[in-house]
């Protein structure tokens, strides 16, 4: 039985009262929204009054719509912001749409409904739905445009800024990737189609559970993983299919590695471990000076056995970050320590974004990590379920968990 307009409206309501932030409760609405009309995706959209143009900031579902912006009165998204009023199009229609400034997902034989998020002064965004089989019912759209009307207040309330990505082209581009393996005598499909941008200097977590193929993503973006299916262009290079020349240069000047395990090796101290990477590199820093910026110049001549958990994670950074790296890959680097001690390594991670603009992809099951994001990937089953802006992200050193 579908939940009725007051169902529906409570639900929102708690996910705005329980979110710690905005962005969090914008997402939860937002699944319940696709849940309860039955749409496979959905994104919300929101108004920049600076540049007049409307951009998406968190979606439901396999696409990556995040950065898409549409004009005033461009597209079905510039449109429903124009005119502060509801569309609804049948299957037939949507095909011959565009759904913001540019030509949409193949949308064949799909409805698609797109409601204003608006004040009684004005429309301050707009959420599309769309992949649903059967029509948007008028009982449909009138609980969703009850439910946005108490987003927006609540948007108003609490203030709603957002860095727009459409200024900025992606550092990296995923597109269909599929990952299978052979699990005895069945083939067993880790990531069904997976499309996503990464941003240059920008911090991204993925987050899922376990078995959920986060890993296998990274690996594959890393070039430690080739993808069964799909596209990876780097800078506008195709990496899909390198020869195994292509894949040592670029795992050697292009990534950088931050891996649960810190892989250091156990003959060599903290700053030969570093001066190890950084050799083999054509554009190195300073061993000493990355050592500095992990805060463990007095730890140069130790030894990896003589050092916590913490610290060698953070010499493990240190190595990622000695070859001046484009993209740093990190893989659950917090899951073997403990708390205070991963926020440590966390504050390092932040401080390396934030000073030395270098862009991080990490992955991680803890939702608290996913706060200090620019923004955050959610996997389930091997396809992205959502992707949200952090619209205030937090420093390390305010998660608690």
């Known amino acids: ?28 609405s937002l699944d319940i929204f696709c849940n309860m009309t039955e749409s496979k995706k959905g994104t919300i959209w929101m108004h920049d009054a600076a540049s007049a143009r409307t951009i998406a900031v968190i979606t439901h ?4 719509a995040i950065g898409e912006s549409a004009a005033m009165g461009e597209g079905v998204v510039g449109e429903v912001i124009k005119n502060g009023e509801s569309k609804a199009y049948k299957a037939s229609e949507v095909s011959k749409l565009k759904y913001a400034g540019v030509d949409g997902p193949d949308l064949t034989g799909k409805n698609l409904l797109c409601v204003p998020i608006k004040t009684p002064q004005h429309t301050i965004g707009c959420i599309l739905l769309t992949g649903k089989s059967v029509e948007y019912t008028a009982e449909e759209i009138q609980i969703f445009e009850n439910c946005c009307s108490v987003l927006a207040l609540d948007i108003e309330d609490k203030g709603f800024a957002f860095r727009p990505f459409e200024d900025r082209e992606p550092i990296v581009n995923v597109r269909g990737i599929v990952k299978e393996f052979m699990s005895g005598e069945e083939v067993r499909r880790i990531l069904k189609g997976v499309d996503i941008d990464v941003f240059p200097g920008e911090l991204m977590v993925v987050l899922g559970e376990s ?7 990274l690996n594959i973006i890393g070039g430690m993983d080739r993808m069964t299916e799909g596209k990876l262009i780097v800078e506008g290079k195709d990496m899909s299919n390198p020869s195994e020349d292509e894949l040592t240069e670029y795992r050697r000047e292009y990534i950088g590695f931050i891996f649960q395990a810190y892989n250091l090796m ?10 190890f ?19 463990l110049e007095a730890k140069a001549n130790s030894m990896p056995t003589a050092l916590s958990g913490g610290q060698m994670q953070r010499v493990s950074i240190a190595r990622a970050l000695v070859k001046n790296p484009k993209i740093i890959l990190a893989d659950e680097p917090t899951a073997a320590l ?3 001690t991963s926020i440590k390594v966390l504050k390092v ?20 990590i996913a706060k200090m994001a620019n923004r955050v990937v959610k996997l389930r089953d091997g ?8 619209l205030h992200p937090l420093s390390a050193t305010d998660l608690v968990w």
């Open 61 to 64: 579902g396999t696409s990556d």
């Open 1 to 28: 039985m579908k939940a009725s307009n007051a169902q529906v409206l409570w639900q929102v309501m708690e996910a705005l009262r329980d979110a710690n932030q905005l962005e969090d409760a914008l997402s939860a």
């Open 338 to 340: 403990d708390y205070d």
């Open 277 to 295: 990477i950084g050799e083999i590199s054509d554009n190195p820093m300073d061993s000493m000076e990355a050592l500095r910026m992990v805060g």
């Open 211 to 217: 078995g959920c193929g986060k890993s296998t993503l």
């Open 266 to 275: 156990p003959n060599l101290s903290a700053y030969e471990n570093i001066e």
């Open 349 to 368: 991670i932040e401080d390396i974004v934030k000073e030395h603009k270098t862009t991080v992809l990490m992955v991680t099951h803890n939702p608290e």
């Open 383 to 390: 396809k992205i379920s959502s992707i949200r802006v952090n």
